[in-house]
């Protein structure tokens, strides 16, 4: 069993920048694929992120591509989303995801564990 606990969501103007964090519970982190999503109020869960268990592979929705940067500290057992020039599209609920395929992937029932979320709101 995994715990995944997101940090650092918040309020923040258009252009600025976040720092979301995902603490995972486990001595099986290293193995895991882990991803983020997110999910605005009246929309669907969408694909944001994601990296592979050694980090040497990441993916990114296009909406965040150059924007978004996902990595990960294994001997820490997080993973971090670094959200940069951040628009008011982008206020939503993010959730960290580890898979025990141990890729990164783009479709969240590939995911094994779900963290509760993280609310990043992004004003104009």
């Known amino acids: 069993q995994v715990q995944l606990v997101e940090s650092g969501g918040g309020l923040v103007q258009a252009g600025g920048s976040l720092r979301l964090s995902c603490a995972a519970s486990?001595?099986?982190?290293?193995?895991?694929?882990m991803g983020w999503f997110r999910q605005a109020p009246g929309k669907e869960r969408e694909f944001v992120a994601a990296i592979s268990w050694s980090g040497v592979s990441t993916y990114y929705a296009d909406s965040v591509k150059g924007r978004f940067t996902i990595s990960r500290d294994n001997a820490k057992n997080t993973v971090y989303l670094q959200m940069n020039s951040l628009k008011p599209e982008d206020t939503a609920v993010y959730s960290c995801?580890?898979?025990?395929?141990?890729?990164?992937?783009?479709?969240?029932?590939?995911?094994?564990?779900w963290g509760q979320g993280t609310q990043v709101t992004v004003s104009s």
């Open positions: 486990g001595r099986t982190f290293s193995s895991y694929g």
């Open positions: 995801a580890a898979s025990k395929g141990g890729a990164g992937y783009k479709f969240s029932n590939l995911y094994d564990y």
